[in-house]
């Protein structure tokens, strides 16, 4: 592959979400929550909320309002009647604070040294800020769908990259852990990694040990790096 | 100062531009070239190119594009009647090859502890993480003219960056060595801080020693980082 550029999945591909919302949700609402059954009912409001955008229903929203939205039915799923605004905030800036799959900053630090690196994200600019100052994420800068004005997977995010950095879309290689993105990046001409993050759904759901359209399957960024001879 | 996030001019502020030019053009076009006079010329076309876009008599064109159509006349300015397609865009990748100024990797570098740090320029993307590569400038994000689709000081710039960054406009500061840039950056309710670069025009043209409309001026990053406390 004559890549120069890799742009990043972030929720699940790099970091934890799962993890890192039921930690700060056990925090915030107390041992009496199933934090993890929370951080579920939240994420599974999230494609149905990004839809909504998608369609030219309602305009651009940044996810963490989207978020915030949401937020009210998953407390409810897991008997919370409700919470005060300093809480709700807290809860919505658990997206900022998610820690990184351990592979990922030993990784993304090697890749680094010969590729240009940046998140490709649903997530908002801030966000993507947050998550790599508290982390550690070397990225060069940061794009993603608010940069783009659209959500993954609409061809407008995954066009921003190559032309945001003045490459052709097969100079720039698409990572994620989820094949509906990497099929939506092959669509607009990006090559694809596919990475294994068996733990992104806690075990409730294992994601293939490979994507067999992608350019490269790996089980971790330091695999990656190896395989792209960093 | 209540600032949570620094956003810099580049060429003039960070780097030297035209030491970084000049250096290019006599690697590229010889020793009989007059590569400061070259440098000057050059760059004596830029604020015109920008005024084709922001006055809309010509789309969002990014600044590499403007430095090519504006290279001719820029050599013929010297002495030179043309060069190749090489030559030329071996050129143009000058811009995105400067030398940042002594204290500016060390001064940013404090003030990273604490302060969100992007560039703010009218260089592209692809310019603005080339430059920060090679110089080790450790932004967080790449902000600018580009990503706002505007070429500084239209208002537009300005205020993307609060808006991708998610606070206030008084919680951003702008850090700049032209007083119009950072007049433009108040009138969006930026802060700023002036950053006195005796060097910048080679001698030919001293800018003030400080800005008196500006909420700091200092004489160097390090400077700058002691004054915001880092």
């Known amino acids: 592959m004559d890549v120069q550029a890799l742009v990043f999945d972030v929720f699940g ?28 009912a ?35 799923s897991v008997g919370v009647d409700g919470v005060t605004g300093d809480v709700a905030g807290e809860l919505v800036l658990a997206w900022h604070r998610l820690d990184p799959w351990p592979d990922a900053v030993a990784g993304l630090t090697r890749l680094r040294r010969s590729y240009v690196l940046a998140p490709l994200s649903n997530g908002g600019v801030r966000l993507s800020v947050d998550l790599a100052r508290r982390a550690g994420l070397p ?24 032309r945001l950095l003045d490459l052709p879309p097969s100079a720039v290689c698409m990572v994620a852990a989820h094949t509906g993105d990497l099929a939506a990046a092959r669509g607009r001409g990006l090559r694809t ?30 695999e990656l790096a190896t395989a792209l001879g960093c």
């Open 42 to 76: 939240w994420r599974a409001r999230y494609q149905p909320a990004l839809d909504r955008v998608r369609s030219g229903e309602r305009p651009w929203t940044v996810l963490d309002a989207l978020h915030r939205e949401s937020l009210p039915e998953a407390l409810a």
């Open 193 to 222: 990694a596919y990475v294994h993050r068996p733990d992104e759904f806690g075990g409730r759901q294992v994601p293939p040990a490979s994507d067999p359209d992608a350019d490269l399957s790996v089980a971790s960024f330091e």
């Open 139 to 162: 990225w060069d800068l940061v794009l993603g769908a608010e940069v783009a004005g659209h959500y993954k997977p609409d061809p407008e995010v995954y066009d921003s990259a190559p």
């Open 13 to 40: 591909t790099v970091v934890d979400w799962r993890g890192g919302v039921a930690r700060e949700a056990a925090r915030l609402l107390g041992p009496d929550v199933d934090a993890a059954a929370f951080a579920d």
